[in-house]
């Protein structure tokens, strides 16, 4: 049943509506609101053991309702492919769930806005690894500069609300169409998480976490 956003997780906000971890219903930032046809949710299993992190819908995502459906969502298929997992095997999100004017970057204060949306929504999901696709939100879990082309690949934990989630820096798949050098890392870098996270072809388990 859609709830009002008074509880805990909306800060007692009027403006916002939610159904589980999705969001039915948010003005929050107004900008957004004027420029988005829809809220884009997260899309995958419940208790998905692998979630993708991007930062906000674009003109692909907004028009279909579903997370990186254009051609850097193509890129992410094959690399998941690649990886012996398909899009149904895992979680994909974004940091904002309202496409930003001219699919500029979202700004500071819309990031804080839906920060507690993508709390509920992890703390529903508990995946075992998170992957942050480019600088945004890597940056954002973080909450430090991160250089993601050197630190592709590397394990950190972030903190999200009141848990901390191991999670795998990549580089945005829409990075590997304008810069080939790019490919090999996001496919590699994709590859070791489902590795990580114990899913797709490596399948390396819980234990392999213990190595990183």
């Known amino acids: ?8 997780a909306d800060g007692g906000d009027a403006t916002v509506r939610t159904d589980g971890p999705d969001v039915a219903a948010c003005e929050r930032c107004p900008d957004l609101v004027a420029s988005r046809s829809r ?10 053991e692998l979630v993708f992190l991007g930062e906000a819908p674009g003109a692909n995502e907004d028009a279909e309702g579903e997370p990186f459906v254009g ?10 492919r690649d990886a012996g997992l398909a899009r149904a095997d895992v979680r994909i999100t974004n ?3 309202c496409r930003p004017p001219e699919n500029r970057d979202p700004r500071s204060g819309e990031l804080a806005n839906c920060r507690g949306h993508l709390e509920r929504e992890l703390d529903a999901v508990d ?9 945004v939100p890597s940056e954002h879990l973080l909450d430090r500069s991160v250089a993601v082309t050197n630190e592709a ?17 990549s580089v945005h798949p829409a990075a590997t169409l304008y810069d080939g050098s790019q490919r ?3 496919f590699e870098t994709i590859a070791r998480a489902a590795d990580i996270a114990g899913v797709g072809e490596g399948g390396g388990g819980q234990s392999s976490l213990g190595e990183f």
């Open 1 to 8: 049943m859609t709830q009002d956003g008074g509880g805990d």
């Open 71 to 80: 051609r850097s969502g193509s890129v992410l298929d094959e690399a998941l």
């Open 127 to 135: 995946p075992e690894l998170l992957v942050t696709l480019g600088k």
């Open 184 to 186: 090999e890392t996001f």
């Open 95 to 97: 940091c904002v769930r």
């Open 39 to 48: 809220i884009v949710n997260g899309v995958g299993p419940d208790d998905a």
């Open 153 to 169: 690949g590397d394990v950190v934990d972030a903190r999200v609300g009141d848990r901390s989630y191991r999670t795998v820096i």
